[in-house]
């Protein structure tokens, strides 16, 4: 049986709206999100909120092992979005991913073109906390000169691949990362101000 989505579909999908937006005009910020979901596991409601926000009939949809090493997963995306699951990785408008540690290199995914940078993928992580793991001292465009931001899991090589990143663009990546109830979002234009990345306290 397929679980409920959204119990007030256009004022919950209004509510991540905002707080997807207001991540990625200022990076590293983690904006809360408040929506009344409740998808199978492993997908978190943060995530589900994120998806049924952001995805539909036109967005092709990767998922990692982790979410597809259950079918319910990819039947309630389907369900409640109308989805897509694609099985490589560049065919995805979004990725989704339970284990940051497992997720396959950023170039794996679509860069989009110099003509239509806007062609690639956005790879929306599960994270467990904003309050753990590497500190990322974070710069450029909606940041005040610099801004710290720590997340975990996190891909063991973060710090190499968002450097990679930026120098693709316009081209490249863009990350939301995602708990139970906050998002927090690192886009193509961040910029890293650190080389050695210190464990948050």
Known sequence: MVTAGFADPVAAAQSTFRAILAATARPGTVNPVEAAVAPPAPLSRGAAALALTLCDRSTPVWLDAGLRATE?????????????????????????AVDPRQLPDFDSFALGSADYPDRSTTIVL???????????????????????????????????????????????????????????ALPRSVRL?????????
Not at 76 to 95: N, Q
Not at 193 to 198: E, M, T, W, Y
Request: charged content about 20%; glycine content about 6%; some cysteine.
């Open 193 to 201: 101000q650190n080389k050695d990345v210190p464990s948050c306290m």
């Open 126 to 184: 599960l994270v467990d906390s904003f309050h753990a793991g590497p500190t990322l001292v974070l710069s450029g465009p909606g940041i005040r000169d610099r801004r710290s931001f720590c997340a975990a899991p996190l891909p063991n090589d973060i710090v190499e691949r968002l450097a990679a990143n930026r120098k693709l663009f316009p081209r490249g990546v863009d990350l939301l990362l995602v708990c139970a109830d906050a998002v927090a």
């Open 72 to 96: 319910s997963v990819a039947a309630w995306l389907r369900f409640h979005c109308g989805v897509k699951i694609v099985d490589r990785p560049e065919a995805a408008s979004f990725a989704f």
